[in-house]
């Protein structure tokens, strides 16, 4: 790379999340709110949308895990909604545990979920801060 090429990031391609069983992980996934973008099974991998960005959840099976309960120490993901109190009611609806209570945070509320990889996805709201958020 010559001093006159720049190098900047550019945002986000897809966030990696290793998965024990793919097929499992994509129910799970949906039944929390997700749509699937693309399956390849043979790969080992399955996207999920967020949002209508073109980058996504790209679930990855890694035979070598196992499940794990929460927390352990590991990068979280966390996704904006229009209202994180609303998203923990259709989680529990749908038979997915938050792991605790919606919180009141800087920006709004957030509710976090994981996986039974013990992955963690928080859900977060700018109810507070709505000049932050993607609907200001």
């Known amino acids: 790379m010559s001093d006159e090429e720049s190098y900047e990031l550019l945002?986000?391609?897809n966030v990696l999340v290793p998965v024990g069983d793919l097929g499992e992980?994509?129910?799970?996934?949906?039944r929390a709110g997700f749509a699937v973008g693309f399956r390849f099974d043979e790969g080992g991998i399955a996207l999920l949308?967020?949002?209508?960005?073109?980058?996504?959840?790209?679930l990855r099976a890694e035979e070598e895990i196992g499940y794990?309960?929460?927390?352990?120490?590991s990068p979280r993901i966390w996704l904006e909604v229009p209202d994180a109190?609303?998203?923990?009611?259709?989680?529990?609806?749908?038979?997915i545990a938050t792991l605790d209570e919606p919180a009141a945070v800087a920006t709004g509320w957030?509710?976090?979920?994981?996986?039974?990889?013990?992955?963690v996805i928080g859900f977060t709201d700018y109810s507070?801060?709505?000049?932050?958020?993607?609907r200001s």
């Open 49 to 58: 949308k967020v949002g209508g960005e073109t980058p996504g959840i790209l």
């Open 128 to 134: 507070k801060r709505p000049e932050l958020g993607r």
């Open 68 to 73: 794990r309960p929460p927390p352990w120490p």
């Open 11 to 13: 945002g986000f391609d």
């Open 85 to 95: 109190r609303v998203a923990a009611r259709r989680l529990a609806d749908a038979g």
């Open 25 to 30: 992980a994509v129910g799970f996934y949906q």
């Open 110 to 119: 957030a509710v976090e979920i994981a996986d039974p990889w013990g992955n």
